[in-house]
């Protein structure tokens, strides 16, 4: 995959731009990452009221959507906030719109075509992530002690293609503040839905985005008020080792991203939310 090392930025420093794509034609987005090679991405969609395609049909390609603000109509039934909805390749059906508006995460797996005929027999997929069950988590044991829940959205931790939401409880950290780092052999993608995250790099808030490349030692990690991300596994199993060396983590940890040259200028220029 093509893309590169982004760890971590917080979208809120990204500007709209009006969509590329005509299937989104009207709608305002934000470029998390893409790959050059054959034009994957993940994105921000911000969809106006009374929005939907100029013609029926479907994405040329497997695509996955998060409602964050507002809500969508997909394929007949009303998906507002924490819906999670997953169309496969030239899924049979794929009507959509939004009557009231919304904003929402997209993740295509190519470079994104719209079919006015439908080539597939496999429907959308479509949940309210919100009456789901949390379960325990049994892919993160380091985690065990803090009591970590996840729901499975769509995919399987095996085959390394998963996407799913996982929650932390608050005031929890590594003991005496340092541990070891954590490697895995598949790409971690995660949008901090809410609460905050401590890293090695900075103190992620709601709206924190990170693409990272398999092999990448990250960690140890800790949160004050408890968070909820959403989660996505590429290309391999998500099995964890861990370093021989030990990283402290501060409670309040300086900014220090990784990011592509394009986003050069937001290294010091580092985003926290108003408090009071």
């Not at 959308?124 to 380091?142: R, S």
């Not at 829940?149 to 005496?176: E, R, Y």
């Amino acid at each position: 995959m093509a893309r590169a090392h982004l760890e971590y930025l917080q979208t809120q420093s990204l500007a709209w731009q009006s969509s590329p794509w005509p299937h989104l034609a009207g709608c305002h987005i934000k470029v998390l990452s893409r790959d050059a090679t054959n034009g994957a991405a993940s994105l921000l969609v911000r969809f106006p009221a009374g929005w939907q395609p100029t013609t029926p049909g479907c994405v040329s390609t497997h695509e996955q959507l998060f409602v964050l603000e507002g809500a969508l109509e997909l394929d007949g039934r009303h998906c507002g906030q924490d819906c999670f909805a997953w169309f496969p390749q030239g899924s049979a059906s794929a009507s959509r719109s939004t009557p009231e508006g919304a904003v929402a995460l997209v993740f295509y797996d190519a470079e994104p075509t719209w079919q006015a005929e439908t080539s597939g027999t496999a429907a959308a997929i479509v949940v309210d992530a919100y009456d789901m069950p949390w379960e325990a988590v049994e892919t993160m044991p380091a985690a065990d002690s803090w009591g970590p829940k996840q729901k499975i959205l769509c995919g399987d931790a095996n085959a390394g293609a998963l996407t799913m939401l996982v929650a932390f409880p608050p005031h929890m950290h590594p003991d005496h503040w340092a541990g070891p780092q954590e490697l895995h052999a598949c790409t971690e993608e995660l949008f901090l839905l809410s609460g905050d995250c401590l890293t090695n790099v900075g103190q992620m808030f709601p709206g924190a985005y990170f693409w990272r490349p398999p092999g990448i030692a990250h960690g140890p990690y800790g949160s004050r008020g408890g968070n909820l991300a959403l989660l996505r596994i590429h290309g391999a199993p998500l099995a964890t080792t861990r370093t021989s060396h030990q990283v402290t983590l501060a409670r309040t940890p300086e900014y220090q991203p990784v990011l592509p040259r394009e986003l050069d200028s937001l290294r010091t220029r580092p985003w926290r939310p108003q408090s009071y």
